[in-house]
């Protein structure tokens, strides 16, 4: 017998900026990507093409830009929350709404309140998932990338006949974080970023490191440590190789100097840290 499993459908990166021009010397932006995705019961568009249930992507799309003229924006995971709760109390056959942002950062120009330029830093970012009257948050960041210049070894590693690594007590150990974390309770969001952001950045400084993986248990452990309302934190960091260049052949000496920064292939390091009674994620991810 063949069945229809899982499914869901929705738009897709919507690009939404929003201006607030409520102080005229001090302008705020908004500068969100914002994708939804809803499931239920929609098994008769997939086995008979009856659209009867079905919002279109259109009107997805549409009530983002209408949300976004009628609500404040301030942090994204209250957005995605209205827009998550919305979706399932107003359409009788979604049963599932998940909304996921990314919010891309822009930095007021200090000579004037309505000039910004693009911030070079992370990709924030949040998932909600609202199924019936619970939900799900699931806040990050991505392409946080930071670097250390010293307090980085690589040693004692298993070898077989492929092994040419060399052994080393001191590397360049640099990654671009791609953080997620999930609340157990509605927090001050924009406070709760800054501080999971702060606890990844101070553990990744303070850590001295024999391994990424020892690193990625860190940075996961500090941000639990400081905020007792993540329940666990997944966290990908690619492995970003700084090779010391040979300068022998010119005559030069290259003293952990100057080094060729490798873009690929790279190791990739990913891990779970959790709370041992940690509530279970339900849809969360």
Not at 28 to 49: F, N
Not at 115 to 141: I, K, M, P
Request: hydrophobic content about 40%; glycine content about 6%.
């Amino acid at each position: 017998m063949i069945v229809l499993g899982g499914n869901r459908y929705g738009k897709a990166e919507v690009r939404l900026v929003r201006v607030d021009r409520g102080d005229p010397d001090a302008h705020s932006l908004k500068d969100l990507s914002v994708s939804v995705a809803l499931s239920g019961e929609l098994a008769a568009t997939h086995l008979t093409g009856d659209n009867s249930a079905v919002l279109t992507t259109d009107a997805q799309k549409n009530t983002v830009f209408a949300f976004a003229a009628e609500h404040a924006v301030a942090a994204v995971e209250d957005f995605a929350l209205l827009l998550a709760r919305h979706f399932v109390s107003s359409q009788e056959a979604i049963t599932t709404a998940r909304v996921s942002i990314d919010e891309y950062a822009w930095d007021r120009i200090s000579a004037t309140g309505h000039s910004f330029v693009r911030s070079g830093g992370e990709t924030r970012g949040t998932t909600v998932t609202a199924h019936g009257d619970a939900h799900w948050v699931v806040s990050g960041l991505r392409d946080l990338v930071v670097l250390n210049t010293a307090g980085s070894e690589f040693w004692g590693f298993a070898r077989d006949k492929y092994t040419t690594l060399a052994e080393t007590t001191d590397r360049i150990l640099a990654t671009a974080v791609d953080a997620r974390w999930r609340y157990t309770e509605q927090v001050p969001w924009d406070d709760a970023y800054r501080q999971a952001r702060d606890a990844l950045l101070t553990a990744f400084a303070d850590t001295h490191s024999y391994s990424l993986q020892q690193t990625l248990y860190a940075m996961g452990k500090r941000v639990l440590e400081t905020l007792p309302s993540v329940a666990e934190i997944r966290l990908s960091l690619p492995n970003k190789h700084h090779f010391d260049v040979d300068l022998a052949r010119f005559g030069l000496e290259n003293d952990r100097t100057v080094f060729y920064a490798a873009d690929r292939p790279y190791g990739l390091i990913e891990g779970t840290v959790t709370r041992d009674d940690a509530e279970p994620a339900g849809e969360a991810w």
